[in-house]
């Protein structure tokens, strides 16, 4: 302990332990606050990465059940494509009248709002990844490969195709599309030549 110092009395060794006894108390007590700090921090941490796992288990939970939906929908459109094909057959020999026809529009109003898309239209460009062409032949009345005839319309839900359409392509004429380009070709090189004589 410390030297008493000279003259002082004797209850003076009480006071001074006591107030040796409330600093070590004191610095106990500040242990215990950054103790109970770092476990509040680490129980916050604790919580907000909880919070964090639930929000991602909702997202996923939640694009799931789209999904699901999705593929649903998708499944029972395919299976009625055969029944819109009966329809629109059924249409181009003027057979859809009187209730036939009441039923055949509402089955198409039912399917365009679920998302069914009907594609296909002839004079339209050949595009590979939406149709499939059944027949080919060559036209002067084209300049690139064209849909010439619809065979049987395609579908699609948004960007997914259900059926590629089925067409009848007409490409250029092999000959036409060598002389265009050369015509095109010859063109250029008279205006160079016109513009370096100048």
Avoid: W
């Avoid at 106990?28 to 909880?50: M, N, W």
């Avoid at 819109?84 to 036939?100: K, N, W």
């Avoid at 259900?162 to 070709?185: H, L, S």
């Amino acid at each position: 302990m410390t030297e008493k110092p000279q003259g002082s009395e004797p209850g003076d060794d009480s006071a001074e332990e006591a107030v040796l006894k409330a600093a070590e108390e004191a610095v106990a007590g500040g242990d215990e606050l950054a103790a109970a700090k770092r476990e509040a921090a680490e129980r916050t941490g604790d919580l907000q990465r909880l919070q964090a796992e639930y929000q991602n288990y909702r997202k996923r939970v939640e694009r799931d059940r789209l999904t699901v939906r999705e593929i649903a929908v998708s499944n029972i459109l395919e299976a009625l494509i055969p029944v819109l094909d009966d329809i629109g057959r059924a249409r181009e020999h003027g057979e859809v009248t009187g209730g036939f026809k009441s039923v055949s529009d509402s089955l198409e109003t039912v399917v365009a709002k679920l998302g069914l898309q009907q594609f296909g239209k002839e004079g339209e460009p050949f595009d590979p990844t939406l149709h499939e062409a059944l027949m080919h032949s060559y036209s002067s009345d084209v300049t690139e490969d064209t849909c010439v005839q619809i065979l049987q319309p395609g579908y699609r839900i948004g960007e997914r195709i259900i059926r590629p359409a089925m067409v009848a392509v007409a490409e250029p004429q092999p000959g036409t599309q060598t002389t265009a380009a050369a015509d095109a070709d010859s063109s250029d090189s008279d205006k160079a030549d016109g513009a370096s004589e100048s």
